[in-house]
């Protein structure tokens, strides 16, 4: 898999630009064209002006970046998260803010990563894509990628209005790691049950400035290191000995997340509490995290959950599973068990609230 730079024809605006803009394109319905049968397959995103003329017209200059080969966003894989992390970072200091076209499907979990991978980031990583291709006459691709562009273009005094990895998508721009998709048949795919919009495009784009994170140090830092030993335990009645069994002797695993009920409740069945108790004194880390979209953790509100607590399971508060899971995985990259724990009940880039 790999990445390169193409040409636009069409698109580099003259000599006034007010921003310089950086997009990559990974593929997914956006850009979605017929072959000679009929069947979908990705477009050539070199010939984005026949599709979108107005992009000529935004004041922009740009860079382009696409995958070579554009995938499904169901085949995304930490190492394309690698990809897109380090072609922003190795061009950042070139470009007021970044857009990145990517299937609906995934796109909570890779804004999720993209935000732990950019620690620091202070300038705007807009992730958008389409639930229909481009060459669709009602396609919603369009207006999405327009005003992703103004987004990652936009400043105020020369700062960055949005200097956080988001989601466009629908006429609403939400952080990217409170985001989850909803909807795969109507436009509004994506929700953010637990955070505010950071913006509403209507006639004007409207900032909720109160909502939206300043950076919290001067310089970018990068993190390329995934672990992915870790797992996700969706509990649901009737769930059984066996499959807890099978799921937590898995080799060298590292973390499990408990997708639990409410706000964080289990089954108080003593065998399961008890192979819990017995993976996190392997060290495993064990994090809860609820089923509801919307709404926080809050173990030991309920007796359902107070013995989580005490066998020493980490509460996700109101942490998305998108979120929960690729923090874990940068942060078990990159640090000790024990500093991962500590690290993962912290706000670290506006995920949890406090
Ligand atoms: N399966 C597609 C993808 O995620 C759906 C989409 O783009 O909306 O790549």
Redesign the pocket.
């Known amino acids: 898999m790999n990445i390169r730079q193409i040409e636009v024809k069409g698109v580099h605006a003259a000599s006034d630009v007010r921003a310089r803009v950086l997009i990559i394109y990974t593929?997914?319905?956006?850009g979605?064209t017929h072959d000679n049968s009929g069947a979908l397959i990705p477009f050539d995103f070199a010939s984005i002006v026949e599709h979108l003329p107005t992009i000529k017209n935004l004041g922009l200059a740009f860079t382009v970046f696409s995958f070579e080969q554009p995938?499904?966003?169901?085949?995304i894989s930490p190492e394309h998260w690698r990809l897109m992390g380090k072609t922003i970072y190795d061009n950042y200091t070139d470009h007021d803010g970044f857009v990145i076209l990517?299937?609906?499907?995934?796109?909570a979990y890779s804004a999720s990563a993209l935000s732990f991978m950019l620690q620091g980031l202070g300038k705007p990583v807009v992730f958008t894509?389409?639930?229909l291709p481009i060459i669709d006459p009602r396609s919603d691709a369009r207006e999405n990628l327009i005003t992703a562009l103004e987004i990652a273009a936009a400043k105020n005094d020369d700062q960055a209005i949005v200097p956080e990895v988001c989601i466009y998508f629908d006429y609403e721009l939400l952080r990217g790691n409170r985001s989850k998709k909803v909807e795969?048949m109507q436009f509004d795919?994506f929700d953010s049950g637990n955070y505010p919009p950071l913006a509403k495009a209507g006639v004007k784009i409207d900032y909720n400035f109160n909502a939206i994170r300043k950076p919290d140090r001067e310089t970018l830092q990068l993190f390329t290191d995934f672990e992915t030993n870790i797992a996700i335990l969706k509990l649901f009645p009737g769930i059984n000995k066996q499959v807890v069994e099978a799921v937590l002797s898995t080799n060298e695993l590292k973390a499990v997340i408990l997708e639990t009920y409410g706000s964080g409740n289990a089954p108080t069945l003593p065998w399961l509490i008890e192979l819990f108790a017995k993976s996190i004194n392997q060290g495993v880390i064990m994090v809860n995290v609820s089923q509801c979209p919307g709404g926080m953790v809050v173990q030991g509100k309920y007796e359902t959950s107070k013995e989580l607590k005490r066998i020493g399971v980490l509460s996700g508060g109101d942490m998305t599973t998108e979120a929960a899971l690729t923090k874990l995985m940068v942060l078990l990259g990159s640090y000790r068990v024990d500093r991962c724990k500590e690290l993962f009940t912290l706000n670290l880039t506006g995920e949890l609230s406090t």
Request: charged share 10%; net charge negative; no cysteine.
């Open positions: 593929g997914g319905t956006f979605m995938i499904d966003s169901s085949n990517h299937g609906t499907d995934t796109m894509g389409a639930q795969s795919a």
